[in-house]
């Protein structure tokens, strides 16, 4: 029997694109929605055939802008996946949503089919900013949404970009003090960065240094009131995102949707999965470890240090660069100050 599988399943529409996105979507507010839930639903059948009845222990809807779903679309997918593997009674199931193409009743609609945690990208509390990032929300209609949602017997998060042009740590810090007083258990903390083929990749803004960045990153960890659990993300014990601590664990899962990609185990063989499952490629074990250190060091727990992560990474290393990181029960984790210069470690760390 195949061990349990996590799901992330993508939509890849917009409303619009913001201008700092690089993600896999496109700008298309009135999608057609049958031909997605088709599609779909004839991925997972695939999957089943391949996989067998797999326990689902976690389900993510990311985008995209996976809000934009109506809420049969949603239904017609949760009873897919509920008819073809067994979706765990503790089950995460989640959404992200983006506050300009959710109201209350949709909201409920969700939950009626199996939602409880919602994922809000908020981004800022300033309508200017919001603007300038290509929101197509303002700062009142998300502080909206988290006063309803908190109201549901749903888990809440929200999403925060920091680090925009003529950003201070001050100003982040102040952004951390209202997002206290909206008393949520999660957050996630993103710093903007520039790609290419993006609106910001071609204009010339005038961005912080990397050690204004570094001090706005500080600025978050000691004004939130949420621990950080990760480089990016923030929250109470036990209200963590459980599908992205168990990818970040190293646990398996499959991505659904073209612009999805998955980490796949059956028989013991680790295989990498793209798209809808037509790239499947066998993952050799010291990759898949490396893979495992570079996701399990941005979480402050750190990795286990099992044989497999032992004959891949620079013991030397970790053991001349306390202060980055250091090894703790058994695992490997990078220091508050190794957070910062995550990518600069796992390239030392790594044989
Ligand atoms: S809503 Fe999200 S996925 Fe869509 S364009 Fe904006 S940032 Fe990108």
């Not at 939950?111 to 700062?139: C, M, P, T, W």
Request: aromatic fraction near 8%; glycine fraction near 6%.
């Amino acid at each position: 029997m195949t061990c349990p599988h996590n799901i992330y399943i993508h939509v890849p529409y917009c409303l619009a694109k913001c201008n700092y996105c690089a993600f896999f979507s496109t700008a298309c507010p009135r999608p057609d929605w049958v031909q997605y839930t088709h599609g779909i639903c004839t991925e997972i059948e695939n999957w089943t055939q391949k996989i067998g009845r797999i326990t689902v222990p976690t389900v993510f809807f990311g985008g995209g802008t996976p809000s934009l779903m109506p809420v049969s679309v949603f239904a017609t997918i949760m009873n897919k996946l509920r008819d073809c593997w067994d979706i765990a009674n503790d089950a995460e199931i989640s959404i992200e949503a983006n506050p300009a193409t959710i109201d209350s009743e949709k909201l409920d609609g969700f939950i009626e089919n199996g939602l409880n945690r919602l994922s809000i990208g908020v981004q800022s509390f300033d309508d200017e900013k919001l603007r300038f990032l290509g929101r197509r929300h303002n700062a009142s209609d998300a502080i909206k949404l988290i006063e309803y949602a908190g109201t549901r017997p749903i888990r809440l998060s929200a999403d925060f970009i920091y680090g925009l042009p003529n950003d201070t740590a001050k100003a982040v810090a102040d952004m951390c003090h209202q997002i206290n007083d909206l008393h949520l258990t999660h957050c996630s903390m993103y710093e903007l960065t520039i790609e290419p083929n993006t609106p910001f990749g071609k204009m010339k803004l005038d961005m912080p240094s990397n050690d204004a960045m570094a001090d706005m990153y500080i600025a978050i960890g000691e004004t939130l009131k949420l621990p950080r659990y990760e480089v990016s993300n923030y929250a109470t014990a036990g209200n963590e995102c459980r599908h992205n601590m168990n990818i970040w664990d190293g646990a398996p899962y499959i991505g659904i949707g073209r612009g999805a990609s998955g980490r796949v185990l059956i028989d013991n063989v680790w295989y990498e999965q793209m798209g809808n499952g037509e790239i499947f490629t066998p993952i050799a074990s010291d990759t898949r470890a490396v893979e495992r250190i570079i996701m399990g060091l941005r979480t402050v727990r750190g990795i286990k240090l099992d044989p497999e992560i032992k004959k891949v990474i620079n013991i030397d290393y970790v053991n001349n660069h306390p202060e980055y990181i250091q090894v703790r029960d058994n695992r490997i984790r990078a220091t508050e100050h190794g957070m910062i210069i995550l990518d600069d470690i796992i390239l030392n760390l790594v044989k």
